[in-house]
């Protein structure tokens, strides 16, 4: 990172116990300003402590937080340019949308004219101008989430620290309110710190990613690196489909030592006595199951060298009922070469899941 770039958010050997619960296990990372940085993991991976340590509601047992090149570690949090957006987002049901967005304004005795300026603004900025006037119960659980973003925003924080914020909404509108958040981050150019156990939440929404297990990170980079260049096993598992194919294995089907993957959509399944293409590597297997999933198909196939590798097909011609035939059936696994990646052996210290 060149020295002129401003680093909004720096952990060093972030460490935090609770009694005997190491929760957070020597965390370093860096957030760009104006990044819209993910921390990805499964449930109790110390995510939300992390959170809670940058916006200063727990004391790290040890290391150091820094925002914007300042070190707050023991400051408190009203002493932080930073809001956080929980999941129970608590609106005041008898205030109107403006004044649930206008209260914190309130309490720091900002004038009257520019808290309502504000509030307008803010609620302009997640596309709800027009609202202002409504109560909480009058909209639906994606627009009052969106209230909650704005009352967040109104305060004009350098960071933003959003834990599972689309938690409580369902699918569909989770889906529609990722886009939405991505587009307002880029708008308003506040660094956002999400919090998602989900990996296609993460993939959808990031600029980059660090990816939790045990209180440790294991990677951070790009959505693209984190799903195509997975630097261990757990990350290869938990972002996507791991596909693992390990030394004795390995060494079978691609020739290679070591601990390779193959991405699920990347492999075609042909014909038993077929031969792979130049550039194409192959395995034999038995399809032990079939998963119609509306719009693909997986197929789950064990290799004659022992692994069982996940093979994704997109139903562009096949309907669900010739799939069914197939289970139980001998076939060849093809993909090209330049789609194995070698699965980097986590240090010895590291816990596999
Ligand atoms: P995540 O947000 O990734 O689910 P958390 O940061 O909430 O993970 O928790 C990490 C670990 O720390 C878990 O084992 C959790 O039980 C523990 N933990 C979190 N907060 C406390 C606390 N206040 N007291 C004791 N243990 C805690
Ligand atoms: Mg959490």
Known sequence: MADSEVVAVRLRAVRKEFGDVVAVDGVDLDVRDGEFMTLLGPSGSGKTTVLRMIAGFELPTAGTVELAGVDVTRRAPFERDVNTVFQDYALFPHMSVLDNIAYGLRVKKVGRKERTARALEALESVRLGGYGARKPAQLSGGQRQRVALARALVNRPRVLLLDEPLG???????????????????????????????????????DRIAV???????QVGSPAEVYEKPATPFVAGFVGTSNLLVDRVAEQVLGRTGTWSVRPEKIRIAAPDAVPGP????????????????SATRFLVDL??????????????????????VRGARVLLVWAKEHEFEVRTPAADTPLP
């Open 279 to 294: 550039g194409e590597d192959g395995a034999p297997g038995t399809v032990r199951e079939v998963v119609y999933v509306g």
């Open 304 to 325: 004659d060298a022992g692994a069982t590798l996940v093979a994704l097909r997109q139903n562009q011609q096949t309907s669900s009922m010739d799939v069914q035939d």
């Open 212 to 218: 939790f297990s045990g209180g440790r990170i294991e």
């Open 168 to 206: 409580a909404l369902d699918l569909k509108l989770r889906e529609q309110m990722q886009v939405e958040l991505k587009a307002i981050q880029r708008q308003v150019g506040i660094t956002f710190l999400f919090v998602t156990h989900d990996q296609e939440e993460a993939l959808t929404m990031s």
